[in-house]
C-alpha cells in the first residue's frame, strides 16, 4: 500500500477544511485580544503610566499570536490554492488595507517610548489604537462578502479572473459581519486588561468589556437573521468527494436560505451558534463580576462559536461565485492533491504540537499581572 492511501482523499479534504477552522479560530482568539485591548488603549487607559501598562500587558507576546496568521495563510496556499488566488488576487486592496496596520503595529510597539515627549507617544498611542480597530473591522467584512459571494469567473484554462472592486465589498451584510467582529474582538481584548492589569485600567475594561459583550451577541444575533434571508450556495450536480480539483466539473445554484440547510439537516449544529450567542453573554457576567479567568474564557469561546458557526452554514462551500455559481470553490474541488494533502498533514501532527507547547511555555512564564508600580518607575518591562 502507498503510504499516503491509508487515508482517503475525501476524509484528507475534510481535515484539512477543519484545520483551516482551527487556525483561524487560533489567530482569532490569541492575536485578536492584542488587537482588541489595543484598539481600547485610549479608552481604558488615561496616563501615560496607565496606557503603558495597558501595552505591556500584550507587548511579550503579541508577535508569537501572528504566527497563527502565518500559519492560515501557508494552510491556504499549500492546502487550498485556488482559494488562496482567487482571495489573494481578488481581494488584493483588501488585504493591503489589513496588512498596512499590521506592519504598522510592530513600529508602533518599538517607537512609543523611545522619547519621553508627550506629543511622541500620544501620537503612536493613536496608530496602536487604530491599528487594532481596522483589522479587527476589515476581517468580519471579507467573511461577510465570502458568504455573500465573491464575483470572480474562472476561464477555460483555469485562470482566474475577478470582476468586483474594493468598495463592492463595503455592503450592508459585510459592514454588519465587520461589526461583529469588531465587537468580539474589543469584548477580548477587554477581558484580556481585566485578566493582565489591575486599578482603573482593569476598571474602565471591565465596563467596555461588559458592553461589547452584550452588543456581540445581539449584532451576531441580527446577523444570523439577516443570513437566513440571504442567497445561499448549493451543490446541484452529483458530488465526487475523490474528484479532480476541478471547479467547472459541477453544477451549483444561488438559493435564498441555503446557508440554513445544514442546521435543518444537523439538529446538533444549532450549538455552534448557540455557543456564539450564550458566550459573550456568560463573558460579560465575568467582566461584571471580576471573575478573570471565566470572563478570558467565555470571550474565546464566543469568538470559536461565531467563526465556526460559519463553517458550518457553508459546508462544502468555501468561496461562491457570484458571477456563475458553477465556478465556486467547495471542500470537494479546490484542494491540493491527495499526495500533498497528507504529506501536510504528518508536517502538522509533527510540529503543530511543539508549537502548542512552545505558546503554553511562554504564557505560563509570563502569567500574572502587569506591575504598574514598575512601569512608573521604568523597571522589569520592555514597552
Same mark, same amino acid.
Given at each position: 500500500?502507498?503510504?499516503?492511501?491509508?487515508?482517503?482523499?475525501?476524509?484528507?479534504?475534510?481535515?484539512?477544511?477543519?484545520?483551516?477552522?482551527?487556525?483561524?479560530?487560533?489567530?482569532?482568539?490569541?492575536?485578536?485580544?492584542?488587537?482588541?485591548?489595543?484598539?481600547?488603549?485610549?479608552?481604558?487607559?488615561?496616563?501615560?503610566?496607565?496606557?503603558?501598562?495597558?501595552?505591556?500587558?500584550?507587548?511579550?507576546?503579541?508577535?508569537?499570536?501572528?504566527?497563527?496568521?502565518?500559519?492560515?495563510?501557508?494552510?491556504?496556499?499549500? $492546502?487550498?490554492?485556488?482559494?488562496?488566488?482567487?482571495?489573494?488576487?481578488?481581494?488584493?486592496?483588501?488585504?493591503?488595507?489589513?496588512?498596512?496596520?499590521?506592519?504598522?503595529?510592530?513600529?508602533?510597539?518599538?517607537?512609543?517610548?523611545?522619547?519621553?515627549? $508627550?506629543?511622541?507617544?500620544?501620537?503612536?498611542?493613536?496608530?496602536?489604537?487604530?491599528?487594532?480597530?481596522?483589522?479587527?473591522?476589515?476581517?468580519?467584512? $471579507?467573511?461577510?462578502?465570502?458568504?455573500?459571494?465573491?464575483?470572480?469567473?474562472?476561464?477555460?484554462?483555469?485562470?482566474?479572473?475577478?470582476?468586483?472592486?474594493?468598495?463592492?465589498?463595503?455592503?450592508?451584510?459585510?459592514?454588519?459581519?465587520?461589526?461583529?467582529?469588531?465587537?468580539?474582538?474589543?469584548?477580548?481584548?477587554?477581558?484580556?486588561?481585566?485578566?493582565?492589569?489591575?486599578?482603573?485600567?482593569?476598571?474602565?475594561?471591565?465596563?467596555?468589556?461588559?458592553?461589547?459583550?452584550?452588543?456581540?451577541?445581539?449584532?451576531?444575533? $441580527?446577523?444570523?437573521?439577516?443570513?437566513?434571508?440571504?442567497?445561499?450556495?448549493?451543490?446541484?450536480?452529483?458530488?465526487?468527494?475523490?474528484?479532480?480539483?476541478?471547479?467547472?466539473?459541477?453544477?451549483?445554484?444561488?438559493?435564498?436560505?441555503?446557508?440554513?440547510?445544514?442546521?435543518?439537516?444537523?439538529?446538533?449544529?444549532?450549538?455552534?451558534?448557540?455557543?456564539?450567542?450564550?458566550?459573550?453573554?456568560?463573558?460579560?457576567?465575568?467582566?461584571?463580576?471580576?471573575?478573570?479567568?471565566?470572563?478570558?474564557?467565555?470571550?474565546?469561546?464566543?469568538?470559536?462559536?461565531?467563526?465556526?458557526?460559519?463553517?458550518?452554514?457553508?459546508?462544502?462551500?468555501?468561496?461562491?461565485?457570484?458571477?456563475?455559481?458553477?465556478?465556486?470553490?467547495?471542500?470537494?474541488?479546490?484542494?491540493?492533491?491527495?499526495?500533498?494533502?497528507?504529506?501536510?498533514?504528518?508536517?502538522?501532527?509533527?510540529?503543530?504540537?511543539?508549537?502548542?507547547?512552545?505558546?503554553?511555555?511562554?504564557?505560563?512564564?509570563?502569567?500574572?499581572?502587569?506591575?504598574?508600580?514598575?512601569?512608573?518607575?521604568?523597571?522589569?518591562?520592555?514597552?
Amino acid at each position: 500500500m502507498i503510504l499516503h492511501e491509508l487515508i482517503t482523499y475525501d476524509v484528507l479534504r475534510v481535515i484539512w477544511w477543519l484545520l483551516l477552522g482551527v487556525l483561524l479560530v487560533g489567530f482569532a482568539v490569541t492575536d485578536g485580544f492584542d488587537l482588541g485591548a489595543m484598539g481600547l488603549l485610549r479608552a481604558t487607559a488615561r496616563t501615560d503610566v496607565e496606557r503603558r501598562t495597558a501595552i505591556n500587558s500584550v507587548g511579550p507576546v503579541w508577535e508569537g499570536n501572528q504566527v497563527w496568521l502565518i500559519l492560515g495563510g501557508g494552510a491556504i496556499f499549500a $492546502a487550498w490554492p485556488q482559494l488562496y488566488a482567487v482571495s489573494f488576487s481578488g481581494f488584493y486592496l483588501a488585504m493591503f488595507a489589513v496588512l498596512v496596520p499590521l506592519i504598522l503595529r510592530p513600529v508602533a510597539f518599538k517607537f512609543r517610548s523611545k522619547r519621553e515627549s $508627550a506629543a511622541w507617544r500620544n501620537g503612536w498611542d493613536w496608530v496602536l489604537c487604530i491599528t487594532g480597530l481596522v483589522p479587527a473591522l476589515l476581517f468580519g467584512v $471579507a467573511v461577510g462578502n465570502v458568504m455573500l459571494g465573491v464575483p470572480f469567473r474562472l476561464g477555460s484554462d483555469m485562470r482566474i479572473y475577478y470582476d468586483g472592486t474594493f468598495f463592492g465589498l463595503l455592503t450592508p451584510f459585510a459592514l454588519l459581519c465587520g461589526l461583529v467582529s469588531l465587537s468580539m474582538l474589543l469584548m477580548h481584548g477587554a477581558a484580556w486588561l481585566v485578566f493582565k492589569t489591575e486599578g482603573e485600567v482593569s476598571a474602565r475594561a471591565a465596563r467596555y468589556g461588559t458592553l461589547f459583550a452584550v452588543l456581540t451577541t445581539v449584532l451576531f444575533a $441580527a446577523a444570523g437573521v439577516w443570513l437566513a434571508s440571504i442567497n445561499g450556495y448549493v451543490i446541484t450536480s452529483e458530488i465526487n468527494p475523490v474528484g479532480p480539483s476541478n471547479p467547472m466539473n459541477k453544477a451549483a445554484a444561488a438559493v435564498a436560505g441555503a446557508w440554513m440547510a445544514n442546521f435543518k439537516s444537523y439538529p446538533v449544529l444549532w450549538l455552534v451558534p448557540g455557543i456564539g450567542l450564550l458566550m459573550p453573554l456568560i463573558a460579560a457576567l465575568g467582566l461584571r463580576s471580576r471573575r478573570e479567568w471565566l470572563g478570558l474564557m467565555a470571550s474565546g469561546l464566543a469568538i470559536a462559536g461565531i467563526i465556526l458557526s460559519v463553517g458550518a452554514a457553508m459546508f462544502p462551500m468555501i468561496l461562491p461565485s457570484t458571477v456563475d455559481p458553477r465556478f465556486s470553490l467547495t471542500v470537494w474541488d479546490s484542494s491540493s492533491s491527495h499526495v500533498v494533502l497528507f504529506i501536510m498533514l504528518v508536517c502538522v501532527l509533527i510540529f503543530l504540537p511543539l508549537i502548542l507547547a512552545y505558546t503554553s511555555w511562554v504564557y505560563s512564564v509570563l502569567r500574572g499581572k502587569v506591575d504598574i508600580a514598575a512601569i512608573a518607575t521604568g523597571r522589569g518591562h520592555s514597552y
